[in-house]
């Protein structure tokens, strides 16, 4: 019996450090769920769809879920083929669950966003470090332009969540033993199938590309040529779910909107008017990595002593992660259309490059360029937060000492920061500046969003419209569109494809020959162009609603405009 109970009892110490690790993953696994909830989920329903992308891709999520037809999106009942469908259906699921609203419209995004962090712990802390892989994680769930873009209705973070997991995937398949190869191998290729449902072709180009120059670079790839082809082989019937039935339905008119214009004009002309210079995509990246982006300066400084053909994971996980955020950042800025989120696909390489720095100041190192990158964070955080203070107060956005008080606590934070550095306390430094930028957006919902949601978005307007709509009335828009008030009347408006672009700013006589066929129309316009109508002999106009620059007016042919066109 003793030799037995010695076995045991080995077997049991041997054991209690794999169960404490294990329970020390789970703790953090909670607190990134936690920090993520903050982050993206809190107040997410608090402000408008605002821009032209939010409310648009609500809308066709909405059309779909109203009318059951989950092959062809559509806006105001026309096809809308600009972007593919896997928004669309999250959009649908979402509005299931929660009903038709702005939080269930941004939902899918800030899942997605979660996913994603919760993927990359994982990825980092199976094979590196569970310390690295919870720093990485913090440093892309509190960045800028990924915290940002998590809480809007918009493709771009699906689409990254798709390309994090396809990438990450290749990263562990080439890390861990042979049995969970399988599995990498498998969701690496649904993943790239969703990045093509998310975004298009673009999806299998990136991902093809990074991982191409990164094998290239290490010498490491250990795919064979049948894995490659079966983690292809899912890639298309994932994408084909799609793909498939709406080129059937749709034919050659989905291929010339979807194909060649929104895939190949959009990227070598600057036919949807969004020029911006080559440098565009540098700038944007930095200030989106924000408050980390400091930690780069080291990051640089080191990346000639990473050696991905070492066989060490960190050093093919850092060389992949260097590819990843290059490979976005050259493929967009040769492009002749620009928006900010393009980049976004680049923010989870970003946190593996910058979370390696972050981790070797919470160790306790010293060098130089580290701590000028503390130091550099901490004051970005205290300049960022009295910049905010002194915006809210010049424009009048906090009106009362409850308010103020909310508001004071990203300050005392980013000082209590600021002075974690002096008394030489990293890991308060680390957690600071993250506390700081949760703090930001929990006082800012709270606060801030329902004062500039009059300014910034068009709610209350198109409620109003809504409401006033006439049965059979329609909407139209004069020398100005916004897809706002079309989502909150439910896509009750006038739309004429003869241009080939769907819903438009009409001009004054497209208003006069739509009038032939409408009784009236609610018309949406802005304060410069009111007058066109207003003092126009030919119309009739009543006042309907008005917030900020924007109004809108029911029209109607006057009588003698009527006899006139009758006429002719």
Not at 213 to 238: E, G, N, T
Not at 404 to 414: E, L, R
Request: one cysteine or more; glycine letters at 4%; a positive charge.
């Amino acid at each position: 019996m003793k030799p037995a109970l010695q076995r045991a009892d080995v077997e049991t110490i041997s054991a209690a450090p794999i169960r404490h690790a294990a329970s020390r993953q789970w703790y953090a696994v909670a607190a990134l769920i936690l920090i993520c909830g903050f982050a993206f989920f809190f107040g997410l329903g608090r402000l408008s769809l605002i821009g032209p992308d939010e409310p648009r891709f609500a809308e066709a999520g909405r059309e779909m879920f109203a009318t059951g037809d989950y092959v062809t999106p559509r806006v105001a009942g026309e096809t809308a083929f600009d972007k593919p469908a896997l928004l669309y259906w999250a959009m649908a699921a979402s509005y299931h669950l929660f009903g038709v609203s702005e939080f269930a419209a941004r939902f899918p995004s800030a899942l997605a966003a979660l996913l994603c962090v919760l993927f990359l712990y994982h990825a980092i802390a199976s094979t590196i470090s569970a310390r690295i892989a919870f720093i990485a994680s913090v440093t892309l769930a509190t960045s800028l332009l990924f915290m940002g873009l998590a809480r809007a209705a918009i493709t771009d973070m699906l689409f990254t969540a798709a390309v994090s997991v396809a990438m990450l995937c290749a990263y562990l398949y080439e890390t861990k033993a042979s049995r969970a190869r399988l599995v990498y191998r498998i969701a690496g290729g649904a993943a790239t199938g969703l990045a093509v449902l998310a975004k298009g072709l673009i999806g299998i180009v990136l991902i093809a590309a990074i991982l191409a120059i990164s094998y290239a670079i290490s010498r490491r790839p250990q795919a064979k040529w049948r894995d490659l082809i079966i983690a292809l082989a899912i890639c298309f019937v994932v994408a084909a779910a799609w793909y498939t039935p709406v080129t059937i339905v749709n034919g050659y008119a989905f291929i010339d909107e979807f194909i060649i214009k929104h895939h190949f004009r959009r990227f070598l002309t600057n036919r949807y008017s969004h020029p911006q210079p080559v440098w565009f995509y540098l700038p944007i990246t930095l200030a989106g990595a924000l408050p980390w982006t400091f930690y780069l300066i080291p990051a640089v400084a080191r990346l000639p002593r990473i050696k991905p053909r070492s066989g060490d994971d960190k050093d093919y996980l850092l060389a992949l992660a260097w590819v990843w955020l290059a490979v976005p950042l050259v493929f967009f800025s040769i492009s002749q259309s620009k928006l900010p989120s393009y980049i976004l696909p680049a923010s989870p390489a970003l946190a593996i490059i910058i979370g390696a720095e972050v981790e070797r100041m919470w160790n306790g190192e010293r060098d130089r360029l580290l701590q000028a990158a503390t130091w550099l964070t901490a004051i970005a955080l205290v300049s960022i937060t009295v910049a905010v203070m002194f915006y809210l107060n010049r424009e009048s956005l906090i009106s009362n000492a409850w308010e103020w008080m909310v508001y004071s606590a990203p300050i005392a934070i980013a000082l209590a920061t600021l002075a974690a550095i002096v008394v030489k306390k990293p890991q308060l430094t680390v957690t600071g500046a993250a506390a700081v930028i949760l703090s930001l957006i929990i006082s800012i919902t709270t606060v801030i969003l329902p004062r500039l949601d009059e300014r910034f978005g068009l709610k209350r307007l198109s409620l109003e419209v809504a409401s006033a709509l006439r049965p059979d009335e329609k909407m139209a828009f004069y020398q100005n569109k916004n897809y706002a008030p079309i989502f909150y009347a439910e896509g009750r408006a006038v739309s004429d494809i003869a241009r080939g672009e769907g819903l438009n700013a009409y001009l004054l006589e497209e208003i006069i020959s739509s009038l032939e066929t409408e009784p009236s129309l609610i018309v949406i316009t802005t304060s410069k162009y009111e007058s066109d109508l207003t003092n126009n002999p030919m119309f009739n106009t009543e006042p309907i609603a008005k917030q900020g620059e924007h109004c809108a007016l029911r029209v109607q042919l006057a009588r003698e405009a009527v006899v006139s066109v009758a006429t002719q």
